[in-house]
C-alpha cells in the first residue's frame, strides 16, 4: 500500500470513532460490560418495586362509593367574583366530609379541573361527583361517570 491509501484508511477509522462518540455507542471492554451487567440486574428489582407500590396506590379497599350532585350555587351568591372558584372546591371538600363522615378529603385533579374549566369567575352551578372511601376512612372524590 502507498503512503495516500494508507492516510485514507487512517481518515476512514477516525471519522468512523468520532461518529461512534457521537451516536452515544462506547466500545466496551469484557470488564466494563460486566460492570453494566451488574447495575442491569441491581436495578431491575428496583423497577419491580416502583410498579408495584403504582399498582398499590390505584388498586384502594373501597369500603362505600357513593354519587352526590353537589349544588354550588351558594358560591355563586355569597363570594366575590375573584374567590368564587376556591370557595366552590372547599364547599365540595365540605360537602363529602360532612355525608361520607370522614374528616381526610382529597379532591381528583379531574374534579379540579372541572371546576376550574371556566376559570376562577365562573365555576358551575352543580357538579356530579363519585365519592370513594378507603377501608383507613379517607375519601377521594373523582368525577361522575358519564352513563
Known amino acids: ?48 418495586k416502583k410498579e408495584e ?19 354550588l350555587r351558594h358560591v355563586w351568591v355569597v363570594t366575590p367574583r375573584g374567590k368564587r372558584a376556591p370557595r366552590a372546591v372547599r364547599d365540595v371538600r365540605d360537602f363529602v366530609s360532612r355525608h361520607m363522615k370522614s374528616e381526610e378529603v382529597a379532591v ?4 379540579n ?5 371556566r376559570g376562577i369567575n365562573k365555576p358551575p352551578r352543580k357538579i356530579t361527583v363519585r365519592a370513594v372511601k378507603d377501608k ?6 373523582y368525577p361522575a361517570k358519564e352513563a
Do not use: C, F, H, R
Open 108 to 111: 381528583s385533579n379531574d374534579v
Open 1 to 48: 500500500m502507498s503512503e495516500s491509501e494508507k492516510k485514507e484508511e487512517e481518515l476512514v477509522d477516525a471519522t468512523v470513532e468520532e461518529e461512534d462518540t457521537e451516536s452515544g455507542t462506547e466500545t466496551t471492554t469484557p470488564e466494563t460490560q460486566e460492570a453494566a451487567e451488574e447495575e442491569i440486574v441491581e436495578s431491575a428489582p428496583a423497577a419491580e
Open 113 to 117: 379541573q372541572a371546576i376550574w374549566s
Open 136 to 141: 383507613e376512612g379517607k375519601v377521594i372524590v
Open 53 to 71: 407500590s403504582e399498582s398499590e396506590e390505584e388498586e384502594i379497599e373501597v369500603v362505600e362509593e357513593k354519587i352526590y350532585t353537589i349544588p
